[in-house]
């Protein structure tokens, strides 16, 4: 057994407890491309209708860094073909339904990662007072999304970590070129 497939079954099995297993598969759903598509897009909507022109210009970058990231993050799952834990180990304890067979990079610690660091390293423009706050708020809802898909039995620890580097790099790019992207966007 190898070091990735230890912090697996500790997190997976070892953890257990009933609170978890009500509370981590609903959790989990806010870290997929899906969901934080859509929670973007409603950031981008509700910044245009109180006209808060530099949240809507954030949220737009946290929409591109989104995209970015997870086109990298699902051409790495086509190039490594890796298959889920559950897959290929015995005693996972799955709490959720998976579809996508392939299992790294993880696509929910990408999406995740890529928003809330857009977030993270435009917080001070984005909220004057309290930003230490939300910046906690931010970092413990991408922590319960990754630890949430090991929890569920779909990623090893590695995949998790892999999807939240690609997260964060494609940030930091969508970040440097912010005022590029908002010349061409006209915004």
């Known amino acids: 057994m190898n ?30 491309f899906l969901g934080l598509f859509i929670i973007v897009i409603a950031i981008i909507l509700y910044a245009k209708l109180r006209n808060r022109q530099t949240l ?30 559950f897959m290929t180990l015995d005693h996972v304890r799955l709490l959720i339904r998976e579809d ?22 435009n917080i001070e423009d984005l909220v004057k007072k309290h930003y230490v706050i939300v910046s906690i708020l931010l970092v413990v809802f991408a922590v319960a ?27 930091l790019v969508v970040n440097r070129f912010k005022d590029r992207i908002f010349s061409l966007l006209k915004l």
């Open 145 to 171: 999304i990754l630890f949430s898909r090991i929890y569920c039995g779909v990623h090893y620890p590695f995949d998790v970590l892999a999807g939240a580097l690609i997260g964060i790099a494609g940030a």
């Open 56 to 85: 809507k210009k954030i949220a737009i970058l946290a929409l591109i860094a989104l995209l970015f990231s997870d086109v990298i993050a699902y051409g790495l799952k086509i190039i490594v073909q890796e298959p889920r834990p």
């Open 100 to 121: 996508d067979l392939l299992a790294f990079p993880s696509g929910h610690a990408t999406s995740t990662l890529a928003v809330v660091s857009l977030f993270l390293l």
């Open 3 to 32: 070091i990735n497939e230890i912090f697996f079954y500790y997190i997976n099995n070892n953890l257990q407890n009933p609170f978890f297993d009500a509370v981590m598969p609903f959790i989990t759903d806010f870290g997929g």
